[in-house]
């Protein structure tokens, strides 16, 4: 059964910086193309960043340059770097993860607030 664990999620002032993981299990992680998305009130679930097994690595336009996408095969967990961090990246941000079948993570809140 192939899980992906978010965390690292919570609540940031403007400018501030967090760290998202994601431990997935059930699959041969290294081989597997992996993405963070995210979903703001009312809006589309949009890509944000996208990592792939030979390390090629696609940002959105909206954060290049803010965030940073990478991964531990030895652990099979990927990371989303988020610095410079602004109101307009508050949503629910989740993993993904594809090589022919895809899976989606539960999940976590990011709020960037004063």
């Known amino acids: 059964q192939v899980q992906l664990v978010e965390s690292g999620g919570g609540l940031v002032q403007p400018g501030g910086s967090l760290r998202l993981s994601c431990a997935a299990s059930g699959l041969t992680f290294s081989t597997y193309t992996m993405s963070w998305y995210r979903q703001a009130p009312g809006k589309e679930r949009e890509l944000v960043a996208r990592?792939?097994?030979?390390?090629?690595?696609v940002y959105a336009d909206s954060v290049k340059g803010r965030f940073t996408i990478s991964r531990d095969n030895a652990k099979n967990t990927v990371y989303l770097q988020m610095n410079s961090l602004k109101p307009d990246d508050t949503a629910v941000y989740y993993c993904?993860?594809?090589?022919?079948?895809?899976?989606w993570g539960q999940g976590t809140q990011v709020t960037v607030s004063s």
């Open positions: 993904f993860a594809i090589r022919g079948r895809a899976y």
């Open positions: 990592i792939s097994s030979d390390l090629k690595t």
